[in-house]
C-alpha cells in the first residue's frame, strides 16, 4: 500500500513539475499568443496562404521542381550509401574487434558524429565543398555514418559467436571467418538499418537545401526569399508528395523484408 | 585464379553470375546518381576549400568562453529548451482530442447496429487524413512559413512543432489506444457510459504507461528540433550555429555544440527518470 502512495507522489509530483516546466516556457519566450489572433495579424496570415494559390503548374516550372526532386533523391541515397560504407567500416573496431583502444576511439567518433545534428553538419559542408547537392549528400553521410555504425557494432556484438570459432577451428583466416561467419547472420538486419534510414534521409535531404544543399529545399528557400509564394506551394506540394509516397513505400519494404527473414 | 582451381567444382562460386550482375547494376545506377548530387570528392580537396576548411577546424580549440558569449549561450539554451517544451504542450493538446476521435475503440456506432455508424467512420478518416497532413509536411518547413508570414522568432518554432507534432503524437496515442485490450472499454460504453469515462477507466489504466514514455521520447526529439529550426531564424541554439557559422566564429561553433550535446544527454537523462518513475 505504502508502495502505491509512494509511486503516486512521484507521479504527482513529475505532473507538477511537468506542468511548471510548461508555465516557465511559455512565460519565458513571452509569446504573443492573443496578439497572433488579432483582426491585423489574421489578415496578414490570410492573404499569405492566398498568395499561394494557384501553384505554379507550367511545364517549364515542373520539370524544374521534378528534377529537384530526383536531386533531392539522390542526395539522400547517396548519403546513405556512403554512411553505409563507413559505419561498416567503423563498426569493426567499434565492436571491439581490434581490442579495447581501438574501439573506444572508433565509439568516441561515432558519437561525435552523431550528436551533430544534419543542418549543422550540411552548413559546415558548405564550407568544405561549396554551395550544392554534394554538401548536402556529406552532411547525411556523416550523421548517418554515426547512427548507422553504433547500429552495426550492436548488431555485430549481439551475433551468435558459434559459426566463426567453427570456421576458425576449421582453420578459416580472420577476413573468411567474417564474412561467411558473421556478415550472413547480420546482413539482414543491417540492411533494415540502412533501409530506415534512408527512409529518414529523403525526409532530411528535402530540407537541407535551407541552408543551400541543393534539391527541393533550396528551391523552397530560393522561392520564398524572392516572394514567390506561387512557385514555392508547388515545391511545398512536391516535398509533401515525396514523404507520403515515402511513408508508403517504406512500410511495404519493411514488411517484405521482416516476412523475408522470419 | 588458376587454372586448377578453376576445375574444381567445389570451389566454384556458385552465384558468381548473380554477384556479378548486382555489381553491375548498382553501377549502372550509381553513375546517373553521382551526377544529380554532383558527387565531386575532388572538391573537398580543392586547395581554396580545403584552406578555409582547415582554417575552420582549427578555430574550434579553444572554444569560446567570454562572458558575453556565455551569456548569450545560455539565453538560447534556455530558449530551445522553451520553445521544445512549449511546442510539445500544445501538441499534445492538439493531439489528445484528435487522438480519442481516431480511435476505434471509443466508438459507441461500433458497439451494433446504430444510425451513426457511416458518420463515425467518415468523421474518423476525416480527423486521420488531417493528421497525415499535418505531420508530412517537416516542421521546419512549417517554422519557415511561420517566420516568413508574420516575422515571428521563437513563436514560430513553437507553433511549427504543435502542428507536426500534434499530428504526431494524435496517430501514434490513437494506435496506442486501439492496441491496448478494447474489452474494458466496450463494456463501459454498453453500460451506457459516456466515451470520456470508457477512456479513463476502461483504456487509459492499461495504456497509460505506453502514452506517458512516447510523449517523453517526442519531448526529447522535439529539443534536436528545436535546435535545428534556429537555422530559418527561429531563435535558440541553431541560430547561434547559424550567426557562428555565416561569421566565421569557429570557436563559438565548438562551444555550441559541445552545449548541444550536454543538452541532448540531459534530456536522455530526464527522460530515463521520467520513464522509471511512471512506468
Known amino acids: 500500500m505504502s508502495v502505491h502512495r509512494g509511486r503516486r507522489a512521484a507521479g504527482l509530483a513529475c505532473l507538477a513539475v511537468t506542468g511548471l516546466a510548461v508555465i516557465a516556457s511559455f512565460g519565458f519566450l513571452a509569446v504573443d499568443f492573443g496578439g497572433l489572433f488579432e483582426a491585423q495579424a489574421r489578415h496578414r496570415m490570410a492573404s499569405f496562404v492566398v498568395e499561394f494559390f494557384p501553384p505554379d503548374v507550367s511545364p517549364a516550372f515542373l520539370r524544374q521542381v521534378g528534377f529537384a526532386s530526383l536531386q533531392t533523391l539522390a542526395v539522400s541515397l547517396l548519403g546513405t550509401l556512403i554512411a553505409a560504407v563507413a559505419g561498416g567500416l567503423l563498426a569493426l573496431p567499434a565492436a571491439g574487434r581490434f581490442g579495447r583502444l581501438p574501439k573506444w576511439a572508433a565509439r568516441s567518433m561515432l558519437n561525435g558524429l552523431r550528436s551533430v545534428p544534419e543542418l549543422v553538419w550540411a552548413s559546415l559542408m558548405v564550407l568544405a565543398a561549396g554551395l550544392g547537392p554534394f554538401a548536402g549528400a556529406l552532411a547525411l553521410a556523416l550523421h548517418t555514418t554515426g547512427v548507422l555504425g553504433r547500429l552495426f557494432a550492436e548488431s555485430l556484438e549481439n551475433a551468435s559467436p558459434v559459426p566463426e570459432t567453427a570456421l576458425r577451428d576449421l582453420g578459416a583466416g580472420p577476413v573468411a571467418r567474417f564474412l561467411y561467419g558473421t556478415l550472413p547472420l547480420i546482413a539482414p538486419q543491417c540492411l533494415g538499418y540502412v533501409l530506415y534510414r534512408w527512409e529518414m534521409n529523403i525526409r532530411m535531404a528535402t530540407i537541407l537545401g535551407f541552408v543551400g544543399a541543393g534539391g527541393l529545399g533550396q528551391m523552397l528557400y530560393f522561392h520564398l526569399s524572392l516572394f514567390q509564394q506561387q512557385q514555392a506551394a508547388t515545391v511545398l506540394i512536391a516535398m509533401t508528395l515525396l514523404v507520403l509516397a515515402d511513408d508508403a513505400l517504406s512500410g511495404r519494404a519493411r514488411r517484405a523484408l521482416s516476412a523475408q527473414t522470419h | ?279
Open chain 2, 1 to 279: 585464379m588458376s587454372e586448377a582451381q578453376a576445375l574444381r567444382p567445389e570451389l566454384r562460386d556458385p552465384i558468381a553470375r548473380r554477384r556479378l550482375a548486382w555489381a553491375i547494376s548498382a553501377i549502372v545506377l550509381l553513375w546517373p546518381l553521382g551526377r544529380l548530387a554532383e558527387f565531386h570528392p575532388a572538391v573537398l580537396l580543392d586547395p581554396a576549400n580545403a584552406g578555409v576548411m582547415g582554417n575552420f577546424v582549427r578555430g574550434f580549440l579553444p572554444p569560446a568562453a567570454d562572458a558575453e558569449f556565455l551569456r548569450e549561450l545560455l539565453q538560447a539554451t534556455l530558449q530551445t529548451l522553451a520553445i521544445a517544451t512549449a511546442g510539445v504542450a500544445l501538441a499534445f493538446v492538439i493531439a489528445v482530442p484528435l487522438a480519442i476521435l481516431a480511435t476505434r475503440s471509443l466508438s459507441i456506432a461500433a458497439l451494433g447496429p446504430a444510425d451513426g455508424r457511416w458518420r463515425g467512420r467518415v468523421l474518423r478518416q476525416g480527423v486521420r487524413t488531417v493528421m497525415v497532413l499535418a505531420r508530412s509536411i517537416p516542421e521546419i518547413v512549417w517554422a519557415l512559413l511561420f517566420v516568413r508570414a508574420s516575422g515571428l522568432g521563437p513563436a514560430a518554432g513553437v507553433l511549427a512543432l504543435a502542428i507536426t507534432y500534434g499530428g504526431m503524437l494524435a496517430k501514434v496515442y490513437a494506435e496506442i489506444l486501439e492496441a491496448a485490450d478494447a474489452r474494458p472499454a466496450r463494456a463501459l460504453l454498453q453500460a451506457g457510459s459516456g466515451r470520456i469515462a470508457a477512456l479513463c477507466f476502461g483504456l487509459l489504466p492499461l495504456a497509460a504507461e505506453e502514452l506517458v514514455s512516447y510523449t517523453v521520447y517526442r519531448w526529447e526529439c522535439a529539443i534536436r528540433a528545436a535546435v535545428v529550426m534556429g537555422f530559418i531564424g527561429a531563435g535558440g541554439l541553431g541560430q547561434l550555429v547559424d550567426q557562428a557559422i555565416k561569421g566565421f566564429v569557429p570557436g563559438q561553433v565548438s562551444s555550441i555544440s559541445l552545449v548541444f550535446l550536454a543538452l541532448v544527454m540531459l534530456a536522455e537523462a530526464i527522460s530515463f527518470v521520467l520513464r522509471k518513475v511512471l512506468g
